[in-house]
């Protein structure tokens, strides 16, 4: 397939996961902020510009972080890259560029949820019933995925899908567990109050995990919730589940057996996918969760710009180089 | 909605006689309208009209920034054509088609229209669509116009004429296709009762015509469609007729000149194309050959072609054949050819670089259209009976500037079809495009664009200037075979 068009569909993927999660994001720090005896709303909502997106962008338009300014910020801003709309926008626009390979019910799933997305504005239910706003949202991406999945052939092109909706969706929930941890950890003595349940009940409700959470563990712990998150094989949020899911789409691309590598990205996902088969969750939080993430992060970078030079930057040999620099 | 009180006023109306009795191939339509319940034709409208815009079916409006994207206003009552005028059409099209593609080869050719008389050097050399670097080459099957869009008009005493020949990249057979889904889900009844002329087959017949053009004894070629992208006007249609077809759609980033071949830059390295459908212009196709500062297009993609080693379809070029200085000289360049006469009427054309023609023009600007030889969509045009009388000064201002860039014809009376509108049916005015394939044979898409000018009494059709569209119903002739819509191969539609 075209290499303009394998970015165009996994870019398309990618940014429906990115506004589906920060439709998470939010709609958890919602939650929360409804159980908060006493609110320290710059507490509460500023790590959350920090993770979606540039804190100095905000700062440059809005004065405090509060529930509304972070709010707008995350969902309307058009001037933010990162909020629900712009996302949404530029899924649309990948989707409109690839219209012919992708199937009709795709696009018009993804055309349609911009437009309910326009409409709202007009009767803003982001700030009169947020609750109904963001799970009527995610239940717009969630139709997008089934569609997808029901609709498309499985072949390249899906696989492109499949692989960009993994490597982000494992960014997102390293980062939602990364804040969280921060948020709902202030304090040694936090630990163990029935607030603190609370907290950590909201969080995995956010991802959608509470209750395959529950058939897992007995107990609600930080630990627990940090294991449920990076190590679980089989919950579908899971970072490592996330990992496996776009190592096989790698491989179906390519063609290459399984655990062996045949290009760059292929080699660096499976590096990372090993560091975390053999990771414990005591190890991880005994050298800190925060700058294990970090760390996290930074290599599914490194696998994203694999990814970019493997399949999307397709450059002809040579000669070509010269005839690029002639049309510039 | 009825149509009683229905006013044809003066001018000819493409559903009912001058009487006011409906034609006799619209009368099963304009009573199954009259069945429908008060309000149901307005719910079926805005149905149809909900459904473009989710399907995304739209067009940019150049210069729009907030919603650059418009469903373009469609009107659900088709307009029908009998049997006897397609035949006439069709005939007179293929005629016009095979002239003037027999002229594309001679003009890059030995030019013996040139050299005969009939057709002056200055006039061809002076068209900006006139591309001297394709002189020498033969493309294959020594086909140049591989699709066109042609402009119909009708005038009010029932006369077609041939407005226009597009031979670059006409646009609009899209919603020809999407129009006509629209309303089989509106009037299924009718399409059962009716022996409507099915146009579904066109990409079929598209893919065909284009696999033709590949070098001979290919199996299987690389088929493309160019486009400039998602911000160009007609985006949709590119994408959308890709799709059909099954081939890739690309951009002019996606290809490259490597080896002396164009190729496609794949997930899986560069992979060898074969035909391209290109809806970029001349200009933009290929920095090295025509515009340098073109961003669109694919540098060194020219040579190729006239080397043989890609087909492209419409061959670069063309577009000289749809100079509108050029356009006058049609009936002539039929009769160069064929020794006979033109079954298609022209509109009669003042060609102002003409010294008595240029007289003409400037002594009744006010009762003629106005129109610049090279461009297109409704820009650039003064149409006399409705200007102001500066804007006729300017006009004469123009004109006396650059003469060979301007032409003058009458104002034709365009026919008109029953539009929905506030005050129920009113007639406006239309245009007809039929598309037209030429490859091994030629084929006339049996329907075609129907565009509607919208605003009362307006002449102008364009898109871009507040016209619509409406389907076109080509009524099959009861005696000859010619297949129903029902049972044609169907198109899997989107």
């Known amino acids: ?328 | 909605m009825s149509f009683h009180g229905y006013q044809t006023d003066q001018f000819f109306d493409e559903l009912f006689e001058r009487d006011g009795k409906p034609r006799a191939g619209a009368q099963a339509l304009i009573d199954r309208i009259e069945q429908l319940a008060e309000g149901e034709l307005a719910r079926r409208q805005n149905a149809a009209e909900a459904a473009l815009m989710n399907l995304g079916v739209t067009f940019a409006v150049y210069g729009d920034e907030e919603g650059t994207e418009k469903i373009w206003p469609f009107d659900l009552v088709p307009r029908i054509v009998e049997p006897h005028d397609w035949e006439h059409i069709e005939t007179g099209l293929r005629q016009r088609i095979e002239a003037l593609n027999l002229f594309l080869c001679d003009i890059y050719g030995e030019q013996r229209i040139i050299n005969d008389g009939v057709v002056p050097r200055g006039l061809i050399e002076s068209a900006t669509a006139y591309r001297p670097q394709c002189m020498g080459v033969r493309p294959p099957n020594d086909a140049w116009c591989h699709i066109t869009g042609t402009d119909l008009v009708r005038g009010g005493d029932g006369t077609i004429y041939v407005l226009e020949d597009n031979l670059r990249c006409p646009s609009g057979v899209s919603y020809v296709l999407e129009n006509r889904q629209l309303l089989k889900r509106t009037f299924p009844r009718l399409f059962a009762d009716l022996a409507i002329r099915p146009v579904d087959d066109y990409p079929i017949r598209l893919r065909d015509m284009l696999q033709q053009l590949a070098p001979t004894g290919m199996y299987d070629p690389v088929i493309t469609v160019l486009t400039p992208g998602i911000y160009n006007s007609a985006y949709f249609e590119h994408s959308y007729l890709a799709q059909q077809m099954g081939v890739e759609l690309v951009e002019g980033r996606d290809l490259v000149v490597h080896d002396g071949c164009v190729m496609m830059r794949t997930t899986r390295g560069l992979t060898r194309v074969d035909v391209i459908y290109r809806r970029i212009d001349d200009d933009f196709l290929d920095p090295l050959a025509f515009r340098e500062d073109s961003m669109l297009g694919v540098p060194g993609l020219f040579d190729v072609w006239k080397q043989g080693r890609v087909a492209i379809a419409n061959a670069p070029g063309t577009g000289v054949a749809d100079d509108k200085v050029v356009y006058a000289y049609v009936p002539d360049i039929i009769r160069y050819y064929f020794d006979t006469e033109p079954i298609l009427a022209n509109v009669p054309t003042y060609l102002c670089w003409r010294e008595s023609d240029r007289k003409y023009v400037l002594d009744h600007l006010p009762e003629l259209v106005v129109k610049s030889a090279d461009e297109s969509g409704g820009y650039g045009m003064l149409i006399g009976p409705q200007a102001t009388a500066a804007a006729c000064e300017e006009f004469a201002r123009r004109i006396a500037a650059n003469p060979r860039k301007y032409i003058a014809q009458p104002v034709i009376d365009l026919s008109r079809v029953p539009t929905i509108t506030e005050n129920g049916f009113e007639g406006r005015h239309v245009d007809l495009r039929p598309y037209i394939l030429y490859g091994d044979d030629i084929h006339v898409l049996p329907g075609g664009l129907t565009r509607v000018a919208l605003v009362k009494d307006s002449l102008v059709v364009n898109s871009s200037q507040g016209g619509g569209s409406k389907d076109t119903w080509v009524l099959a002739d009861p005696k000859s075979a010619a297949p129903r819509n029902g049972l044609s191969h169907g198109v899997k539609h989107a």
């Open chain 1, 1 to 328: 397939m075209l290499s303009r068009v394998a970015d165009a569909i996994y870019w398309l993927s990618r940014y429906i996961e990115r506004a589906e999660n920060i439709a998470r994001f939010v709609d958890v720090n919602l939650h929360l902020a409804l159980d908060q005896a006493e609110p320290d709303e710059d507490r509460q909502w500023a790590p959350l510009v920090a993770v979606t997106g540039d804190r100095s962008d905000f700062s440059e338009r809005y004065e405090v972080a509060n529930q509304k300014t972070v709010v707008r910020f995350l969902t309307y801003d058009r001037a933010n890259p990162n909020s629900i709309y712009s996302c949404l926008w530029a899924a649309r626009e990948n989707a409109r560029s690839v219209r012919e390979v992708i199937s009709s019910e795709m696009w018009e799933q993804v055309n349609r949820s911009l437009i309910m997305l326009r409409d709202a504005q007009t009767y803003n239910p982001v700030e009169t019933d947020p609750a109904a706003f963001f799970s009527h949202f995610r239940e717009a991406c969630h139709l997008f995925w089934g569609i997808t999945d029901a609709t498309m052939t499985h072949g390249e092109p899906w696989n492109f899908a499949r692989l960009g909706r993994m490597l982000e969706r494992a960014d997102k929930t390293s980062r939602i567990l990364d804040v969280k941890y921060f948020i709902i950890l202030p304090t040694a003595d936090y630990v163990g109050s029935p607030y603190d349940n609370l907290q950590w009940v909201a969080l995995l409700k956010s991802i959608s995990g509470y209750e395959m959470y529950r058939k897992c563990y007995h107990d609600i712990s930080p630990d627990h919730v940090a294991e449920f998150l990076l190590l679980n094989d089989e919950f579908p949020r899971s970072i490592r589940f996330c990992l496996a899911e776009a190592d096989q789409a790698l491989h179906a691309i390519s063609g290459w057996r399984a655990a062996a590598f045949s290009n760059r990205a292929e080699q660096q996902l499976g590096r990372l996918r090993s560091e975390l088969a053999y990771a414990d969750v005591d190890g991880i939080l005994a050298g800190g969760l925060h700058q294990y993430l970090d760390r996290f992060q930074a290599k599914l970078n490194g696998v994203g710009n694999a990814v970019f030079d493997t399949f999307f930057a397709i450059q002809p040999i040579r000669r070509q180089t010269q005839m690029g620099s002639l049309t510039q």
